[in-house]
């Protein structure tokens, strides 16, 4: 049973720079959450895929925009990096369920560190 | 306000002890609760997760929900040094047919040999 994977491993890039991050969900899941962990900090929602569109956004700026997959994988890119998006950025899965609810369970991913210099 | 509130610790516990974990929640409405392990400098690990008001054991894990009080609790029995880690706690948020984890900020747990 496939987890959920993310790819890369670990970024530098510099202000000003674009970023793209992967994550391939959990083997049966359908749906794609994207977090953003500071350091000492919880992680904080992004944003929530499903069926290809982005059905739920938390606090952040337009600079941070995904896109899912048919095969449910989904990419997070930041644009305009500043040197506050250093962080690990995490990928959930889940999946939405027959009775027309989401579940809530949520796996992550190992994460994407990201070091913006 | 912060909406999902914890002690960030650290919290000490002796090898073989009882370790107890606390959090508060803010939105009342919040339907599904949940404890993550993670580790330093990995992902969090999905522990536990309740939903109704009491107690629900999982191995050495306790989770007890109290709804009214909008409080929730991890309880760890037989403390082992592998369980040094931070534990965040997360609330779902539903709203409709979406919803968001909200974490706290963890709390960071020793056991001492």
């Known amino acids: 049973d496939a987890g959920v994977t993310q790819s890369p491993t670990h970024l530098i890039k510099t202000r000003g720079q674009q970023v793209t991050l992967r994550c391939s969900p959990k083997?049966?899941?359908?749906?794609v959450s994207w977090y953003q962990q500071a350091l000492g900090q919880g992680p904080q929602f992004i944003f929530q895929?499903?069926?290809?569109?982005?059905?739920q956004r938390g606090n952040f700026p337009d600079r941070f925009s995904g896109h899912q997959f048919p095969n449910y994988s989904s990419e997070l890119n930041v644009n305009a990096l500043l040197l506050g998006d250093s962080a690990l950025y995490l990928c959930?899965?889940?999946?939405?369920?027959?009775?027309?609810?989401?579940?809530?369970?949520?796996?992550f991913g190992p994460g994407t560190r990201l070091t913006v210099l | 306000q912060k909406e999902v509130e914890q002690n960030s610790g650290p919290l000490s516990v002796p090898e073989g002890a009882i370790a107890s974990l606390n959090c508060t929640y803010s939105d009342r409405g919040s339907q599904s609760f949940f404890w993550y392990r993670q580790y330093s400098g990995k992902s969090p690990e999905l522990i536990m997760f309740?939903?109704?008001?009491g107690d629900k054991e999982d191995g050495r894990f306790t989770a007890q929900l109290n709804k009214a009080s909008q409080y929730v609790s991890l309880l760890i029995r037989d403390s082992q040094p592998s369980d040094s880690a931070t534990y965040l706690c997360a609330v779902a948020n539903s709203g409709g047919s979406n919803y968001k984890l909200t974490f706290g900020k963890g709390t960071l747990l020793t056991v001492n040999p």
């Open positions: 959930a899965s889940s999946l939405f369920g027959l009775s027309g609810a989401f579940t809530d369970t949520q796996y």
């Open positions: 083997s049966g899941h359908d749906t």
């Open positions: 309740i939903y109704s008001n």
């Open positions: 895929y499903y069926e290809e569109e982005e059905r």
